[in-house]
């Protein structure tokens, strides 16, 4: 199993759609800090996004984008077009998703598809704290990479009345989502974080060697010989890469896999310690603590709380 497919199968990512814009200019909607993954699909015409501290970015029709809800930003048809609260466009009615939110002046339509990807983890920043404010996915790209047809598919769901089509239509935001993410951990540059580092054949080596066998007891000089580099030159090259020294890296994840796995009753303690590669009960409960300021029984029975 790869390193991203490790990592989204602990995620068990879900997409809620929450509404179908029909937008005629000029308009302009508000979006504010939320902490959940929001994305927007560009189903027809054209609008801009503008995020705090960012340049406008100038989208068209099968553009889309995914906003990790660290910033505030405005969706309008043009820099400038005074905007209302998102909550405010929605109100307090529960709409279908075949039935759109008409809004605007009565000139150049735009239509917009709008969502919350939730996660059920009891960890989510472990993955989105790797993700940047902003992944952009323009049509072309999209082509090139093979998965246009779900975003046109997911274009025409949320037009449709049938029964289904809001199960459906979840299902095929999660499939944009997992390509969105997919398209920036593989894009070239030096972005930082171990989901960026994946581009990075050395780097990404050893994630998949710590992936693939968590309970081992790596060092640093094994793992340098998985990615082919010295000693001292990967653990530099890894530290730049992903952020964090390899063994760093390995117990962060180590940690995330406890919580998951301490979420679920049946797992006894010294389970989920062997798993892990921790040799006793009382060897992975203070690694669990130091990282966490809570012992592993403490942290199961304050998840079990509604």
């Not at 809620?16 to 302009?28: K, M, N």
């Not at 735009?110 to 996915?137: K, M, R, S």
């Not at 001292?232 to 964090?244: H, L, M, Y």
């Not at 892990?276 to 592993?296: N, V």
Request: hydrophobic share 40%; aromatic share 10%.
């Amino acid at each position: 199993m790869d390193v991203l497919t490790d990592v989204l199968s602990t995620m068990r990512a879900s997409s809620v759609l929450y509404g179908r814009i029909e937008a005629s200019a000029p308009w302009g909607i508000a979006f504010e800090v939320h902490h959940a993954l929001k994305f927007c699909l560009v189903s027809q015409g054209k609008c801009c996004l503008v995020m705090e501290g960012s340049a406008p970015q100038f989208l068209s029709e099968g553009d889309f984008f995914l906003t990790t809800g660290g910033a505030r930003y405005t969706v309008c048809d043009a820099p400038g077009s005074s905007s209302r609260p998102l909550m405010e466009v929605f109100g307090e009615e529960r709409r279908g998703v075949s039935q759109a939110i008409q809004m605007g002046g009565g000139g150049a339509n735009t239509t917009l598809v709008n969502g919350i990807l939730t996660f059920d983890t009891p960890d989510e920043a472990y993955f989105l704290d790797a993700l940047p404010p902003l992944i952009l996915i323009r049509r072309d790209q999209a082509l090139r990479l093979g998965f246009a047809v779900y975003m046109e598919r997911l274009s025409v769901e949320v037009e449709d009345p049938s029964p289904g089509a809001q199960l459906v239509a979840n299902w095929l935001g999660g499939i944009v989502f997992v390509h969105a993410v997919r398209a920036y951990a593989g894009s070239d540059g030096q972005r930082p974080g171990w989901l960026g580092a994946l581009s990075d054949p050395r780097v990404a080596a050893a994630l998949h060697a710590m992936h693939q066998r968590v309970a081992h007891r790596w060092t640093v000089q094994e793992l340098a010989w998985v990615a082919g580099m010295s000693r001292s030159g990967f653990a530099e090259w890894f530290k730049a890469r992903v952020g964090k020294p390899p063994l760093e890296y390995l117990s962060a994840w180590r940690m995330h896999l406890a919580k998951r796995l301490l979420h679920q009753d049946k797992e006894k303690l010294s389970s989920v310690a062997s798993q892990l590669g921790y040799d006793s009960d009382t060897a992975f409960s203070k690694a669990f603590k130091s990282r966490t300021g809570a012992t592993p029984t403490e942290y199961r029975t304050s998840v079990r709380v509604p």
